[in-house]
């Protein structure tokens, strides 16, 4: 019997399904028992599926922008994370208090129209950056939904950048001390990036071999990649009698010294940034302003001008695709002045008042009025 009487304590069940038993004890009456033995058997025989319980995924968007600054700062330019940490001060002061499951994408557009009043290329930037963050968060599981999704780029006007002729550029170093007419020969010399041209070390410089090594973090992972750009004879000149005259505790080509407000002391190392330099050099010869990238920009023209494949411009300029490269060359190639030769001797001839033999209007007109004078006649 699976229910049974102990005198002096009431009624138990006890039964044995599938190798393991069940008992129960001590119900006042057998009825009780035989109840409560099949409804363990019934649950028993039919078990109910419990489903965990699943906690939406989500995480506190100040949490995520940290996250993803500290990952920045590792893999990408120190330019690069002042940048973003810019701009992630402006949306901790609209968002820093709100998970990411909260920040909508109707709050995110109302953001970047109002940044869009400055101009389309600040909105635009702000979707990029918005956009890398809650992609950071989505690959490593952080968040479920990219709020920045299916927010289109603000229409803006491209215009061709401004090459300083090489005049004003000459103008405009020889116009600098010493030490930066250095730094700007440097830069003009090897058309390399700012950030490359600081962290150059005595290491980088080959005077036997006449060769600089530059490193950039432009390239895809984050990776300080190299690259080899041939000195010129300037060049060669200049980092010869530096080196001479070089301390040689110091191993940046370029360096200062500078009060830190963070240590409190006086500081020695290279230089991260020289954003007036150009500038008051430029208001001082009297010339357009123009910035370091724009040395870049005129060097790269020259070098195709005078004919030399985009191939090996990409080189130099350490660019990853041959379309960056393209977009730094301002100058026609034969093929589009030997075009537009054809098309203008196909429609207006090649000498003076010829467009009047050839002009298709002309023609239509002259043959209307003399059919209107034959109808007037008649």
């Not at 979707?127 to 229409?155: D, E, M």
């Not at 973090?217 to 990649?225: A, S, Y």
């Not at 505790?249 to 009060?259: E, I």
């Not at 589009?336 to 090649?350: D, L, P």
Request: charged letters at 30%; proline letters at 4%.
């Amino acid at each position: 019997m699976s229910v049974y009487l102990v005198k002096g304590r009431g009624w138990r069940y006890d039964f044995t399904l599938a190798g393991n038993r069940h008992t129960e004890a001590w119900f006042k009456t057998k009825a009780e028992a035989k109840r409560a033995e099949q409804k363990r058997k019934e649950k028993l025989n039919n078990p109910q599926i419990i489903k965990p319980k699943i906690t939406p995924i989500d995480t506190a968007f100040l949490d995520l922008v940290n996250r993803k600054l500290d990952h920045t700062k590792v893999y990408n330019s120190k330019r690069h994370y002042d940048e973003f940490r810019y701009m992630a001060k402006r949306w901790i002061r609209r968002w820093g208090n709100l998970s990411c499951s909260e920040v909508t994408p109707e709050m995110i557009e109302t953001f970047i129209l109002q940044r869009g009043r400055i101009s389309p290329y600040t909105a635009n930037k702000e979707i990029r950056y918005l956009r890398a963050v809650f992609n950071f968060g989505k690959k490593r599981g952080l968040i479920k939904v990219n709020p920045t999704k299916g927010l289109s780029f603000l229409p803006v006007e491209k215009q061709v950048k401004y090459l300083p002729p090489e005049e004003d550029i000459a103008k405009v170093i020889l116009l600098a001390d010493p030490e930066a007419q250095d730094y700007l020969w440097t830069v003009r010399d090897t058309m390399g990036r700012i950030s490359e041209i600081n962290r150059l070390t005595w290491d980088d410089i080959s005077l036997d071999s006449k060769i600089v090594t530059l490193y950039t973090r432009k390239k895809r992972g984050g990776h300080l990649t190299p690259r080899l750009v041939p000195l010129t004879a300037r060049l060669h000149e200049i980092m010869k009698r530096r080196d001479h005259y070089r301390d040689r505790t110091k191993p940046w080509v370029f360096w200062h010294r500078y009060w830190s407000h963070k240590t409190n002391g006086w500081v020695e190392g290279p230089y991260t940034s020289r954003h007036h330099l150009l500038r008051g050099l430029c208001a001082r010869a009297k010339v357009r302003p123009f910035g370091f990238h724009a040395l870049r920009h005129a060097g790269a023209s020259v070098l195709d001008a005078e004919g030399i494949p985009v191939g090996t411009i990409q080189k130099i300029l350490g660019h990853e695709n041959r379309s960056t490269t393209e977009i730094y060359l301002h100058s026609l190639d034969g093929a589009e002045k030997a075009a537009m030769a054809v098309f203008e001797s196909a429609t207006t001839g090649t000498h003076k008042g010829d467009y009047q033999k050839k002009s298709h209007t002309k023609s239509h007109t002259v043959g209307r009025r003399k059919h209107t004078l034959k109808l007037v006649k008649g």
